[in-house]
């Protein structure tokens, strides 16, 4: 019996409209019908590589060591590198070379071997340069499901050479952190760079309530464990399941809305006085 | 060759949109990658346990005698027990002790035997109490899935102890039925806790229009098969596929709307007088 | 060991927010466990035959050919013959005999055999006539996918008499096409059913900007390779990955109500006199 073949995770910003997720399943099944396919998700935001970035490397922990992960956010398909990397903890990642696997390279050991995918033998010219997933990186993830070699892919390439996302690092003094939105969904609650550890940092991890300050306008926010236990419209700030300091608002209120923010966007987060 | 694994069946309010469905998926396939996974929806209206009962048990004639059936709509996720059930069809249910599997066990031929789940050879501490489904609930049933035994995951319960949903049951009489609104989709059509048996209970089943009376509104339905048959904005009651009565109004129209029912609501449907 | 089974390649206009397509996988999974089953999409608008019929046409080049491909947009469900058709590829298509198939089959080189869905062995009583598919076309499918013959399903149709969709031509002449719209997507793009060898016939093929005129407006619009490269709310012209003149517009402006059509619209396309 030939050995089971490695799972695949799949994670794009194709959304579920149209065929696209359908076809790369179908050229993934082609080449490796054993395989189990997980669909992480489909609908990162079009073209926000960084969202994707974070999503995947958050999700790290609950990956196989033996799964090849492709990822497809990529605005600028057909400049891109498209490449395969070997990570030390056993994964493979593939996708263009824009920083969307960076983050979960880091979360899965960092890069043991890197090659650019442009062998003739695995993967085909693109029926279409606006969609090459079906033609380049969807063959190149199947063959790596199913026990091919790295090297069979293409050239090796520097590691040092692969494009990385700079996660901004927040600044935190006694009392104080400057955070950076990272992202959010569809809820309006707002991810920032802060784990809970940097609470601690700032000597603010036993504060029941925090001042939350953008460029634009001013919240107290309460510390609760979930989102059910803000009233209408009050702020809060919990850690979400990923570990991510979240900046939330009771239901049907937008903390996006009401505080003016995006992503990139400073947020300064100090004790509040509020009594 | 080891025998096939068994199917698993997940239905959630997870939504789409972000990689909680994702994940499960992952773990799931990482124990148990020979598991069909079946995706029933995850688009649960968010923490409608009764919704999700509903669906579920409605399913159940389509779903096979070996499969593990996982579900995961919990508002007080963390708080409830965590169940695995063994049912006289063979089937197994996993989910939250909530209600959520009450309708479907019902459908199943009843509990055979419950264990908590609370096995650490199984499952293993949430990383994050919002989200403990991939490390408790999703490990307890692809253990299952795989052909490992119950009492593997925790110590039985006495199935009396189990939380059931009270579905209600209409109130019938000679030529009124007082049924209560089960769901409603986005179409703004609405389920009622009516079987096609109670309207020949009723002495209805001949008529061809009926009068629902809600406590805001009134409206003369016609009898009909499918949607397609009611001109625009006209009342209508159909049978749907889940068996269920259900008053529905020709697009662009809302039923939901225009009698101004939601869930627990209760209507009066009688012959209609209008000629 | 068993050979494995086919690929199932699935298309509906089922949507995700019910149990309808969870349904379905229960039950091709319960009889074909080893197929990998794709999902094209099930958010072909619904009852839209042409626009799910060319999706699944023009997906053909990255479907197995050992495939079965089950496809469900039905409006008269219930009213249609349900088919099974071997093509001269190898593919299966399952699907009502509606026309929804018929573009698929001639880009899988036509229709080799045919049977009407009828056998009793394979399929069963329909428990909903509004949600045929779980009894009839979905047994069906799975009987082919694990080897099953054709000729078990039912009795041998004449080819000629499967109804097919007539793909409207566009008419060329010196200078100008006149062309007709085949479908939209969500962000007002238009497909047309024009060929990038239309524009070569007609002597447009170096043509910078082209004139659209439609029966309630006229835009310019410029020729381009990528949605990217228009001004906000500028009309552009691109062929779309599956080779369709395609009418777009800059974000976050609509062409299709900027122009005024839906599908079976006609537009007329010439060079553009404006500098």
Redesign the interface.
């Known amino acids: 019996?030939p050995p089971?073949a490695r799972?695949i995770?799949f994670?794009s910003d194709f959304g579920?409209?149209?065929?696209w997720?359908?076809?790369c399943?179908?050229?993934l099944?082609?080449i490796s019908?054993?395989s189990?396919?997980?669909?992480?998700?489909?609908?990162i935001r079009p073209l926000e590589v960084q969202s994707g970035g974070l999503?995947l490397a958050?999700?790290m922990?609950?990956?196989?060591e033996d799964?090849v992960i492709l990822g497809v956010v990529d605005?600028n398909v057909g400049k891109d590198r498209e490449v395969a990397i070997g990570t030390n903890s056993g994964r493979y990642l593939v996708g263009p070379d824009n920083g969307l696997l960076s983050l979960a390279w880091k979360a899965a050991g960092g890069v043991a071997t890197v090659v650019e995918i442009t062998s003739p033998e695995v993967i085909r010219p693109p029926?279409?340069?606006?969609?090459r997933a079906?033609d380049t990186l969807c063959p190149a993830a199947a063959h790596l499901a199913v026990g091919g070699a790295l090297d069979q892919l293409g050239p090796a390439l520097e590691p040092a050479t692969l494009n990385a996302l700079a996660l901004p690092e927040p600044e935190i003094s006694d009392g104080e952190i400057r955070g950076e939105v990272l992202d959010f969904?569809?809820f309006g609650n707002i991810q920032l760079n802060v784990r809970e550890a940097d609470l601690a940092r700032a000597g603010l991890e036993d504060v029941p309530c925090l001042t939350i300050k953008a460029m634009a306008a001013l919240a107290e926010a309460r510390r609760g464990?979930?989102y059910?236990v803000f009233e209408a419209g009050e702020y809060g700030v919990i850690f979400?399941?990923r570990g991510w300091m979240e900046i939330v608002r009771g239901n049907p209120a937008s903390a996006l809305e009401g505080l003016g923010l995006s992503p990139g966007h400073l947020v300064w987060i100090t004790r509040s006085r509020v009594p």
């Open positions: 019996m089971a799972p995770v994670v579920l409209g149209n065929e997720v359908g076809i399943h179908s050229v099944a082609g019908p054993r189990p396919i997980v669909d992480l998700t489909h609908l999503l958050d999700s922990p609950y990956i196989a799964a605005p029926r279409a340069e606006s969609f079906p969904n569809r464990s979930t059910a979400d399941e």
